[in-house]
């Protein structure tokens, strides 16, 4: 070759680099998904103000809180607390998780069949929270070994403390 014809072979070469390169990130970016996690300090930070929320209204509690994917980050039970309780608040942890919703929201007819299907796993027991920080769902909370109502206090308190967002707890009818 001339070395004309070399440096445009060089110049060409480079261009094909650059433009392999740009498609390559493109892709990639395509693949991936900017996500927010919990960290297990707002994990820890959960749990203790559960466990205060609970010691103030005097009712040992069984708490876990569980990240999107519904793997536990932290639990306790509490001294006192109902120790079957330990399941079920990991079920309305895992529900609440997996539906962005209270646990007990769960519409009537699948209650029993996603129970069922799922194992346990699923539960539509009051105490499940979904933990949403600035509109992403970081995971949930379950409680349990009080009322509907006080697993429910228990775990706002929780959502509190890291300035996730709050459940109202619904007065009876």
Do not use: W
Request: hydrophobic share 45%; glycine share 12%; charged share 15%.
């Amino acid at each position: 070759r001339s070395s004309g014809q070399g440096h445009l072979f060089r110049k060409n070469s480079r261009r094909r680099e650059v433009v392999a390169s740009l498609l390559l990130a493109m892709a990639a970016a395509s693949y991936v998904i900017p996500a927010s996690t919990l960290h297990h300090s707002g994990a820890l930070a959960m749990l203790g103000a559960a466990v205060a929320a609970a010691e103030a209204m005097g009712q040992p509690q069984c708490i876990v809180v569980v990240d999107a994917s519904g793997e536990v980050l932290g639990e306790i039970r509490m001294t006192g607390a109902k120790f079957l309780s330990r399941k079920s608040a990991l079920a309305k942890a895992r529900s609440a998780a997996s539906s962005g919703k209270p646990s007990d929201a769960l519409p009537e007819p699948v209650r029993a069949p996603l129970a069922a299907a799922t194992g346990g796993a699923v539960t539509a027991l009051k105490g499940g929270l979904p933990i949403v920080v600035n509109g992403a769902l970081l995971g949930g909370i379950g409680v349990g070994s009080g009322t509907g109502d006080q697993d429910i206090q228990v775990a706002n308190a929780a959502l509190a403390a890291i300035g996730a967002d709050v459940v109202p707890v619904e007065s009876p009818s």
